[in-house]
């Protein structure tokens, strides 16, 4: 059964870092991504466009050495991929699990071991997430919950 994961921004999560020149989003999940590697996962992080792939690809670069994440964009790397892959749009994922940035519902989700999803502060995102939310719960997910404060180990 497909786990669907959402995790809520809180007001102070949604601070964004302006060093990193990010959305809180794309921070949350690129330390989702990290602790996703370092437990030896291969996923496929889904972003809006092309445009945000390539700079969540670059926000991922930013981690530090010692936190490396060996990962490239869909069609690129090496043959079979990396263990993180980068796509956009509504290509298919080829890992089983999946980190949606795209803010939008994911086709097919029963297809998938996991799905990774966040829940913004702005009002008109939050209805747009509670959409996704019901549309996996419809297809029969697992749900689960989380402060997305979880991510930072801020809790």
């Not at 090496?78 to 298919?92: C, I, L, R, S």
């Not at 097919?108 to 829940?119: K, L």
Request: charged share 20%; glycine share 4%; net charge negative.
């Amino acid at each position: 059964m497909t786990q669907a994961h959402f995790y809520q921004l809180s007001e102070q999560d949604a601070t964004p870092d302006v060093s990193l020149n990010a959305s809180p989003i794309e921070v949350l999940a690129c330390d989702l991504v990290a602790k996703c590697y370092s437990e030896k996962k291969r996923l496929t992080v889904l972003c809006a466009n092309q445009a945000a792939a390539e700079a969540f690809s670059e926000l991922l670069w930013q981690h530090p050495p010692d936190r490396f994440i060996a990962h490239n964009l869909v069609g690129e790397g090496p043959n079979g991929g990396a263990p993180v892959e980068v796509t956009w749009a509504k290509q298919t994922a080829l890992r089983s699990i999946v980190v949606n940035l795209a803010g939008e519902q994911i086709d097919n989700p029963s297809r998938y071991h996991t799905i990774y999803d966040f829940v913004p502060v702005a009002e008109a995102d939050k209805i747009a997430a509670r959409t996704r939310y019901a549309f996996c719960k419809q297809a029969g997910c697992n749900m689960q919950f989380f402060p997305a404060s979880v991510l930072t180990n801020n809790e």
